[in-house]
């Protein structure tokens, strides 16, 4: 397997109710390619992963959100499922852990409803993005070009649909989680990449 990601330090953002192979098969994916992954959540017991509307598994929270530093790390995951974004956008220290990796050009992915914590730390305008279709008018509300693609690249951002999505959504996050930084530059500049 490619060690591309050798070195380099993945924060999971996530809270109780993500959709657990929204978390399970990314971070599996960031692991093969060598890449160092850590669960932050708001939490500091257990998180409640969920296969849609049923109970999953509960996973180990490996640093407590509040006791985070943002520049530890490259990059940025955010699963979906419904509750676990409505708790982050809902949390100050959520987004604001969030800004870091977009005010400091650090690739960020995320997956299904994971967006709607994009738009509460006020980083998806102008972007072109794509996720869970239910949510597409929330995200044209905070001003980002929201299309129908498995997976959409925009200047390091990286977002998909659903979980049948995921291994598009694999290989182009572990693509731009290896090109490292990219410009912290407004994304009306920056232009956008659609990827099938």
């Known amino acids: ?93 959520a987004l604001e852990f969030t800004r870091h990796f977009f005010d400091n050009g650090k690739p960020v992915a995320a997956i299904c409803h994971g967006p709607w914590v994009l738009i ?19 995200l044209r509300n905070a001003g980002a070009n929201w299309v129908d693609q498995e997976v959409v690249v925009d200047n390091g951002l990286v977002t998909s649909r659903k979980p049948d999505d995921i291994p598009a959504f694999n290989r182009k996050m572990i693509e731009e989680f290896c090109e490292g930084k990219h410009s912290p530059a407004s994304a009306e500049l920056a232009g956008a990449q659609l990827e099938t």
């Open 1 to 93: 397997m490619d060690k591309t990601l050798v070195g380099k330090k993945v924060a999971i953002l996530v809270a109780d109710g993500f959709e657990q192979v929204e978390m399970t098969k990314p971070r599996e994916a960031l692991k093969e390619a060598g890449a160092e992954t850590k669960i932050v959540s708001p939490s500091s017991e257990k998180i409640q992963g969920m296969h849609h509307a049923e109970k999953g598994d509960k996973f180990d929270v490996d640093i407590e959100l509040k006791y985070a530093q943002p520049e530890e790390f490259d990059a940025l995951m955010i699963p979906g499922g419904l509750m676990n974004p409505d708790q982050l956008r809902s949390t100050p220290e």
């Open 120 to 138: 509460d730390a006020g980083v998806v305008r102008g972007r072109t993005v794509t996720s869970w279709p239910a949510i597409q008018t929330d």
